[in-house]
């Protein structure tokens, strides 16, 4: 049950890259993420509004933080992945840029949260970043027709995933899930609500294949996704559901060569192995500095993020 739970989970979180490759011919990034969210939020608000105990002991401090980290973690990273997959960056690369998200927040949580960060762990920082090197290189060469600028894209979204991560681990005060995916959502929905009007890009395409890959992204990687992250998480653990995480990338990229015709060749095969690699390397420096008196750097360096529910609505 665990593998077939933890296959699924892998499935339906890559899932998003691959909806916004299908949306991503029928409308406007801002036009995609304005449908996905509003109805999203309005099934939330009506969840929340029965769950009222959840949201007690909250100030309007806490309510504001949580509306800052869904921008960051979820307006800011949502809309350079989708545009960025417009411009022509393949799923898989776009999807190797995202995770490298917990390496670099890993390296940063010394200098910023004044935690321990060993030499494994920087080690392995740099070994992901040459995996994405290498992946973005074949990508680029491969004749896809994306401008140059278009990779720095993703690298903008991965940087508001840090933001993010850092904006959650400075907070006190525990926010239910429930809580935090509602204030992100609706969240969300505004600023894409108020990107798309301002854009003239609110009135969604009649094509059956825009109402498709909406649907493809409200079932599998909002709800299939974060429902799957939790469920994991209680039976197996925080360390089993973020390792979890690293395989997205490579089965992004082969799900997006087999679907899309997106590039993948020796140089693609031989990067996302390095990826694997660097995650590898950095969880046993994570593993090996967790003794006694010395602080280890949080989960940042050795899973995805401490955002755990707040990427739960990719």
């Known amino acids: 049950m665990n593998f077939l739970l933890s296959l699924a989970f892998v499935l339906c979180w890559s899932s998003g890259f691959i909806g916004a490759k299908l949306g991503a011919g029928s409308a406007a990034a801002v036009t995609i993420l304005m449908w996905r969210f509003v109805p999203l939020a309005a099934v939330l608000i009506v969840f929340a509004m029965l769950r009222r105990l959840s949201w007690r002991g909250l100030s309007a401090r806490d309510l504001a933080r949580q509306a800052v980290i869904g921008a960051l973690s979820q307006s800011g990273y949502l809309l350079t992945v989708y545009y960025a997959i ?3 960056v393949s799923s898989g690369t776009t999807a190797l840029i995202d995770g490298v998200q917990p390496l670099v927040a890993g390296a940063l949580a010394g200098p910023l949260l004044r935690q321990y960060v060993s030499r494994t762990q920087w080690l392995g920082l740099c070994l992901g970043v040459s995996g994405v090197t290498v992946v973005t290189m074949a990508d680029a060469t491969a004749g896809t027709g994306a401008p140059w600028w278009s990779y ?6 991965m940087f508001s995933l840090v933001a993010a991560t850092f904006c959650e681990s400075r907070s006190r005060t525990q926010v239910a899930p429930v809580v935090s995916m509602t204030i992100h959502g609706v969240t969300s929905a505004v600023v894409f609500a108020a990107l798309a009007v301002s854009a003239g890009a609110a009135r969604p395409p009649t094509e059956l294949s825009f109402w498709a890959a909406i649907t493809w992204l409200v079932a599998l990687p909002t709800f299939g996704g974060y429902g799957l992250y939790w469920l994991i998480l209680q039976r197996s653990g925080v360390t089993e559901v973020n390792t979890l995480m690293f395989l997205m990338a490579p089965v992004t990229a082969v799900w997006g060569a087999v679907m899309f015709d ?47 529910h707040d990427r739960g609505t990719r």
């Not at 720095?152 to 979204?157: D, K, N, R, S």
């Not at 140089?267 to 593993?287: E, M, Y």
């Open 152 to 157: 720095l894209v993703p690298f903008l979204g």
């Open 86 to 88: 417009q411009l022509g």
């Open 262 to 308: 997106e590039p993948f060749g020796p140089q693609t095969a031989v990067g996302l192995a390095i990826g694997l690699a660097a995650v590898v390397v950095v969880h046993r420096g994570a593993t090996s500095s967790s003794r006694p008196g010395r602080p280890v750097a949080g989960r940042a360096a050795a899973c995805p993020s401490d955002l755990g």
